[in-house]
């Protein structure tokens, strides 16, 4: 029998699945109406500048550590590049 015996029965029964559906396509089960609607929080001006502030002192933090690993890491070649010579 094996698996071409399984794979006959379940083809059968899938399409016997189809026969038996009453929905033609996804407007007939969720309907045209039903459109989802997203609610967002309003931000206040006094928001919207404390995260202007916050996300520039974030930003100038990420570039003075940049910076700093960048010169860190120049040293350090610097000094090996002296030691080994």
Not at 33 to 39: A, G, K, N, P, W
Not at 62 to 69: C, G, L, M, P, S
């Amino acid at each position: 029998m094996g698996f071409g015996f399984h794979a006959k029965i379940a083809d059968k029964f899938n399409r016997s699945l189809l026969k038996k559906r009453e929905h033609e396509s996804k407007d007939d089960v969720y309907g045209k109406d039903s459109v989802t609607q997203l609610h967002f929080k309003k931000a206040t001006k006094r928001d919207l500048l404390r995260i202007r502030k916050q996300m520039f002192s974030q930003r100038e933090k990420e570039i003075r550590r940049t910076w700093w690993a960048v010169l860190l890491t120049i040293i350090a070649f610097l000094v090996l590049y002296l030691l080994l010579r």
